[in-house]
C-alpha cells in the first residue's frame, strides 16, 4: 500500500520559515516525481512546486520562486519544501502528491496523495 504522509506545518508569523515534509512508503522513491500543493477552504486546490525523480529539475507557482525551494533525499524517501519570507496568502492546507514518469504542475497527473498539513500565517 502506497502512503504519502506530511508533517511541519504550524502557525506562524509573517516572514518567518518552516519547513514541510513528506514521506513516501510502498512505492520506489527513487522514479517517482513529486509535487507540494496547496488549498484554501473554498477555493480550488493549487500547484506549488514539483521534483524530478533526481532532484535536479524544479519548477514553482510564480509566488513560490526565490521564496520556497524544493528538495529530495531518496535513500531517506523523503521531499521537503522549504518556505521562508512567508506571507499571510501563504496560509493553506499543504498538499504532498507522488505520481510515476516527469514531474507536472497539473493536479491530475499525481496518482497519490498525503492527508495535508495546515500551514497558516498571520500578520
Known amino acids: 500500500q502506497v502512503r504519502v504522509v506530511e508533517s511541519g506545518g504550524g502557525l506562524v508569523q509573517a516572514g518567518d520559515s518552516l519547513r514541510l515534509s513528506c514521506v513516501v512508503s510502498g512505492r520506489f522513491f527513487s522514479t517517482t516525481a513529486m509535487g507540494w500543493f496547496r488549498q484554501v477552504e473554498g477555493k480550488e486546490r493549487e500547484f506549488v512546486a514539483t521534483?524530478?525523480?533526481?532532484?535536479?529539475?524544479?519548477s514553482y507557482f510564480d509566488s513560490a520562486k526565490g521564496r520556497f525551494t524544493i528538495s529530495r533525499d531518496n535513500p531517506k524517501s523523503t521531499v521537503y519544501l522549504q518556505m521562508n519570507s512567508l506571507k499571510p496568502e501563504d496560509t493553506a492546507v499543504y498538499y504532498c502528491?507522488?505520481?510515476?514518469?516527469?514531474?507536472?504542475?497539473?493536479?491530475?497527473?499525481?496518482?497519490?496523495w498525503g492527508q495535508g498539513t495546515q500551514v497558516t500565517v498571520s500578520s
Open positions: 521534483i524530478g525523480w533526481s532532484g535536479i529539475y524544479t
Open positions: 502528491a507522488a505520481k510515476g514518469g516527469v514531474p507536472s504542475s497539473r493536479l491530475d497527473s499525481y496518482d497519490t
